[in-house]
């Protein structure tokens, strides 16, 4: 054999080599800060993606707004810049479905909740979208949401005159505006600055955001009407899942499942932490009066059964018997 042949040989060998054993990478962009729990079981998923395909997978992330804001992240998604994101109650405007999520007081309580999000209605929403060029993986539970600012609100008249952080969702921006707000869009990477300059007077998020990004300090009431209860989720590309073979699709699936479960157990561990922290940290819980608030919020009931073709999927939820 000639010394052409032989490292011609050789050097289709070592080619071939690496191609069989190339790791396919996915990339995943979200906003949340790094100490969020659910930036957390990103983490988890990347690790559980590594493990199971021993290597051949590998996700890299790209957390705390790097690659844009939540809607930014979505549209570089579907435009085929992004595998994976964080979605959450911006999802309503890539595909209505996931408006059901942000109608407020949809949940009677934690066990409704995860009986509609883990049960058959929340796997149905979450695939739904898959023909939209997306669809979600898995979903995280994130409490539920009230509003932190300078005073407490106890009722809605007092929220008249501030200016509420909002997710850039048209219900959630309704749901304000009704409850007397002046509902704000503001990227979640930038609240602190928004509060610090006064853009806004609070925002509207569960006990350990308020706490772990610091808002805390610049907001000291914390008012539990618990008017939302907004799942996150892990979305990915319909084109990337339609790329990878059925053994990566099983691994992927599965290790989105696997974090959702590390997610459950380590969120309750952080609300009773932060609860704690923040009395440490000079702030305080009150009580609000979720009836008022449930009954100013029922013109946007009436408009969703109305208008949208999701209205039988609400009567699905509401009999939901945990």
């Excluded at 100490?35 to 992330?61: C, P, Q, T, W």
């Excluded at 998604?77 to 992004?82: K, N, P, S, T, V």
């Excluded at 002046?182 to 990477?189: I, R």
């Excluded at 009954?295 to 009999?319: A, F, W």
Aim: glycine share 6%; proline share 3%; with cysteine.
């Amino acid at each position: 054999m000639s010394l052409f042949i032989k490292v011609a040989t050789i050097t289709t060998s070592v080619f071939l080599s690496c191609n069989i054993f190339a790791a396919t990478t996915l990339k995943l962009a979200h906003d949340l800060d790094r100490n969020h729990s659910v930036s957390k079981a990103f983490n988890y998923f990347a690790k559980e993606v590594e493990n199971l395909s021993n290597g051949d997978i590998k996700v890299r992330i790209y957390g705390n707004g790097q690659m844009g804001n939540a809607r930014e992240t979505m549209e570089l998604l579907l435009a085929g810049g992004l595998d994976l994101t964080k979605g959450s109650s911006n999802l309503e405007a890539f595909d209505d479905i996931y408006s059901i999520f942000s109608l407020p007081y949809l949940f009677r309580d934690k066990a409704h909740h995860d009986a509609v999000v883990y049960g058959d209605i929340g796997r149905k929403i979450m695939e739904s979208s898959k023909s939209g060029g997306f669809f979600a993986l898995s979903a995280y539970d994130t409490g539920t949401r009230s509003f932190y600012t300078n005073k407490p609100i106890h009722k809605p008249e007092d929220l008249k005159g501030l200016k509420i952080r909002v997710q850039p969702s048209p219900t959630s921006i309704k749901m304000v505006e009704l409850m007397g707000g002046s509902p704000t869009p503001v990227a979640f990477n930038e609240i602190y600055t928004a509060l610090q300059q006064g853009i806004i007077d609070g925002a509207e998020n569960n006990i350990p955001t308020w706490v772990n990004t610091r808002h805390i300090e610049l907001t000291k009431t914390y008012s539990e009407n618990e008017h939302t209860s907004v799942p996150d989720f892990l979305v990915i590309s319909t084109k990337t899942w339609n790329k990878l073979t059925a053994e990566q699709q099983a691994i992927v699936l599965n290790s989105a499942r696997n974090s959702e479960q590390w997610h459950s157990k380590v969120w309750s561990e952080e609300m009773s932490s932060a609860r704690e922290q923040a009395s440490s940290l000079g702030g305080v819980i009150v009580a609000s009066d979720k009836s008022e608030f449930r009954k100013v919020v029922q013109p946007i009931y009436d408009e969703y059964r109305k208008n949208s073709k999701y209205s039988d999927l609400l009567d699905e939820i509401e009999n939901i018997s945990p």
